[in-house]
Each structure stands twice: as C-alpha cells, then as structure tokens.
C-alpha cells in the first residue's frame, strides 16, 4: 500500500459514513456540486494536493493528528470568504516530502456569524504564525490558541481586510 493509499485508509477512520471518491467533482469546467464531507482523491497536477478532505471543524483537530502520525507538515493554513454563502472556508496545507510525495488539503467551512474553529497549534506548533494571521485578515478565531493576537496589523485596528464586505 503507497502513501496516498495508506493516508487516505487513516483519514477514513474519521469519515465512516463519506465514502472516499476517485477525481474531483466540477472537472471540465462545470461547476462543482455541493461537496459532502469526507475525502476526495484529487489529480494534483489540476488541483495542486493528491487528497482534499473536506471535514467539520470539530474535525481539524483529528485530521492533524492524524497527519502528523503519518509524517506530514504543515505549509500553510489560510481563509477563503464565501460572503454569498455567508461563510469562511478555513484550508489547511499538508505535505510530505522523502520517498513518496504526497499533499493534503483540509477545508472547513464556518457561519460567518460566528466564526470559530479549535486551534491546531497544539498538534502542530507551526500553526500559531498562520492561525494568528488568518484571524488577523478574516477575524476567524481558533478556540484554545495560546496567543491569538494581531500578527500584522496594528493592535488596535478594528477591521479585518481580507472579508470581501470590508470597505476601508
């Protein structure tokens, strides 16, 4: 069993109801129906990760657990504003380098009303840099990080620049 199989198996285990789909919907420039939540193996010279995993946010604590036993990294962890659905979409960026080659996306998708969604930086201390960020630029709030304060705009500031209602 390669990588992909063997993260795909692991991550299984927190989706017992998602079946795990080969290829990603909306190919051929469709648009993409409404995903489920579970694992979707995906082409990543199209979609840039081999595995894009789409979970609830009392999940994301587990799915980096779950990458981190399996030897993954974090790059990156970043906010996608849906106003037209009135949510925020937080994205997760794993890697594995070293032998097989293997990228995950993690996507959760939070009620702009109330934006929150458990730290990862206890799993992956790394997170605390991009958490503080995304809450700088999109107000989404990671419950239980240690030091969620403004990373890049002045400490006082009381607007997040990055929703797509923000009007300076």
Known sequence: MGLLERTQAALAELFPEAASAPGAAGEG?????????????????????????????????????????????????????????????????????????????????????????????GVFPAADWHERETFDFYGIHFQDHPNLIRILLPEDADFHPLRKDYMP
């Open 29 to 121: 420039g469709a648009e993409a129906p409404p995903r489920e939540i579970g694992i979707l193996v995906t082409d990543p010279g199209k979609h840039g990760s081999h595995l894009d995993v789409l979970c609830h946010p009392a999940q994301v604590v587990a799915v980096a657990q779950i990458l981190d036993r399996e030897g993954y990294f974090l790059e990156a962890i970043s906010g996608v504003d849906w106003l037209d659905k009135q949510q925020f979409e937080v994205v997760y960026d794993y890697n594995r380098l070293g032998g097989e080659h293997c990228r995950v996306m993690v996507r959760t998708a939070l009620d702009r009303t109330h934006p929150v969604v458990p730290t990862i930086s």
